[in-house]
């Protein structure tokens, strides 16, 4: 009995640790402005509004090469296609509001 509780004893102490390195570390690039050799400089960027949806895109040979959550309100996509890298961010109807149809809003980024 006692070795079976020493086993489990070992078995608790290694899985918290692996379970430590599974979380997320959160921002772990450093924020513009601080005093960091490794700190980037805020730079304006350009993000043009597209008229196509995610579909036309797609449809046009463009590659989705990123998916992430986008804070709870959809899926923020990047795609490349003819020389161009676009950033779209689908949104899933929800039953909760009127919005019973997917959508989806394009930015160029050059």
């Known amino acids: 009995m006692r ?9 608790l102490g290694l899985l918290g640790p692996v379970c430590g390195f599974a979380q997320s570390s959160g921002d772990w ?5 601080v005093k960091s050799p490794y700190s980037p400089l805020a ?5 043009k509004p597209l008229a196509l949806s995610l579909t036309e895109l797609l449809n046009k040979g463009f590659k989705v090469i990123s998916a992430t959550d986008y804070s709870g309100q959809g899926v923020l996509l990047t795609v490349e296609g003819r020389k161009q890298t676009v950033l779209c961010v689908l949104t899933a ?3 909760q509001t009127d919005q019973n149809v997917p959508t989806s809003r394009c930015w160029a980024l050059n």
Do not use: Y
């Not at 070795?3 to 078995?11: E, H």
């Not at 730079?43 to 993000?47: D, M």
């Open 93 to 95: 109807p929800n039953l």
């Open 43 to 47: 730079v304006p960027t350009t993000l």
């Open 29 to 33: 690039l450093p924020q513009s402005g």
């Open 3 to 11: 070795k079976a509780g020493f086993m489990l004893m070992i078995a």
